[in-house]
């Protein structure tokens, strides 16, 4: 089983749709969880940390849940430029520095 | 302020051929890392280094070598190089804590024939 779990998608959408992503982990003792936005043949990115409380940052609605080891993405409003790749990250902390374990991510296409 | 730096972007190599990727950064961090990306995999952490002087394997460190030669650069070689290691390569840096972002390089894309 693999440590983080995404389903890879293609999400296809049209401008202005909501749409969620789901993420789980194996690693029960993981300390912190993030989601990256990786465009096409580019490094990715932090998209925005997520929180136990939930934390949104605009039309981005994160979401945990520890008990069920899940983790989501809510986009709201989709625009064009929300076309990447979301990935799904755990942070296996331990010691000097932090592992971070990438899930294969999600590929978001927003039509017009 | 120039982030993550990586050279080259590009590199054709032949089987048994070696190279040095290079990384370098400006953000004062602690801790780099090297990630490879394959199509399905994700990425992968081949190396990682928590601060000057020190370096430790990752998940997938088979073929490659890395050298923190100072807290701004961290190489990764690969001595003799094969197909299975065509992929695009990642350098990243971060100061560790619970709450720390990773900064990623733009990437090396490596094509062992």
């Known amino acids: 089983r693999k440590e983080v779990e995404q389903d890879p998608g293609p999400f296809n959408v049209p401008e202005g749709a909501t749409v969620a992503f789901n993420c789980t982990y194996s690693n029960s003792a993981s300390q912190s969880f993030f989601w990256y936005r990786q465009d096409c043949r580019k490094e990715p990115k932090l998209l925005m940390s997520?929180?136990?409380s939930g934390n949104e940052d605009g039309r981005f609605t994160a979401q945990l849940n520890r008990a069920s080891q899940y983790i989501s993405l809510l986009i709201r409003d989709s625009k064009l430029s929300d076309s990447a790749t979301y990935l799904c990250?755990?942070?296996?902390?331990?010691?000097?520095?932090?592992?971070?374990?990438f899930g294969t991510g999600t590929l978001l296409a927003v039509q017009p | 302020n120039a982030g993550v730096t990586q050279t080259p972007k590009f590199q054709v190599l032949k089987t048994g051929q070696s190279m040095t990727l290079q990384c370098a950064q400006d953000?004062?961090?602690?801790?780099m890392y090297w990630y490879r990306q394959d199509p399905g995999m994700g990425l992968r952490l081949i190396y990682y280094?928590?601060?000057?002087?020190?370096?430790d394997k990752g998940e997938v460190p088979n073929g490659y070598n890395v050298s923190r030669l100072n807290k701004r650069e961290f190489s990764l070689r690969l001595e003799s190089a094969a197909p299975s290691q065509t992929s695009v390569y990642f350098c990243?840096?971060?100061?560790?804590?619970?709450?720390?972002?990773?900064?990623f390089g733009p990437g090396t894309r490596l094509t062992v024939l």
């Open positions: 953000m004062n961090h602690n801790s």
């Open positions: 997520v929180y136990s």
């Open positions: 280094s928590a601060s000057e002087g020190t370096t």
């Open positions: 990243a840096s971060s100061t560790p804590g619970l709450s720390d972002t990773q900064y």
């Open positions: 990250v755990v942070n296996t902390y331990g010691g000097a520095t932090n592992k971070l374990i």
